[in-house]
């Protein structure tokens, strides 16, 4: 079995994030018992989503059209802007209801050790969304971590001298906690109460 699309599939599933090589091979025996019923169906599914879900031009969300839907969102605050790392971060952050603004998805966080620089993340962009004028609260919604909290200082100075207030999560976020995997009151309570 070293050869083989079987093989390749096993290999693509174990390069998932949190899949290890014997979860994918669980995945793939899976789904080979239910080709019909689940196989098929769910390789059709990533084939649509793949071709419709958009990329926002604006904040950067996912959505079947671009503006997204939360860009185009007429009862959001235009003057507020919630900077994430991730789009599941901006998911995790619409879960709670408690947020009722724009957003901005920067596609990560700046990482020497894996090589990640300012020209690889939607900053510039960010920044071009503020001097832009409408925008009067930019929220640093970023992860407690040593990558989170570098990329928090590098967008605020690059804010500064711009008529914008700049405001962090409060620290009801564990240090080293990630958005995605906090419930929805730590994030509301979190948001809520920002410095």
């Avoid at 990533?46 to 969102?73: T, W």
């Avoid at 207030?165 to 995997?181: I, K």
């Amino acid at each position: 079995m070293k050869d083989g699309p079987l093989h390749s599939l096993i290999k693509m599933l174990s390069s998932l994030p949190g899949l290890g090589n014997r979860s994918a091979r669980r995945i793939a025996l899976y789904l080979l018992s239910r080709r019909e019923d689940f196989m098929v169906p769910l390789a059709e599914m990533i084939l649509q989503v793949a071709r419709e879900v958009k990329r926002c031009e604006i904040c950067g969300n996912l959505d079947m059209v671009s503006p997204c839907g939360v860009c185009q969102d007429v009862r959001r605050s235009g003057d507020q802007v919630c900077v994430v790392a991730q789009v599941s971060d901006l998911w995790a952050i619409e879960r709670t209801g408690a947020y009722k603004g724009r957003y901005h998805v920067l596609g990560g966080l700046l990482s020497a050790l894996d090589g990640i620089g300012p020209e690889q993340l939607h900053i510039e962009s960010l920044i071009t969304r503020v001097r832009m004028g409408e925008i009067r609260e930019v929220i640093l919604a970023l992860s407690a971590t040593v990558d989170g909290q570098s990329t928090a200082h590098y967008i605020a100075d690059h804010l500064v001298g711009l008529d914008v207030q700049v405001t962090h999560f409060a620290h009801g976020m564990p240090v080293g906690g990630e958005l995605d995997y906090l419930d929805d009151g730590t994030i509301t309570t979190a948001l809520r109460s920002r410095a």
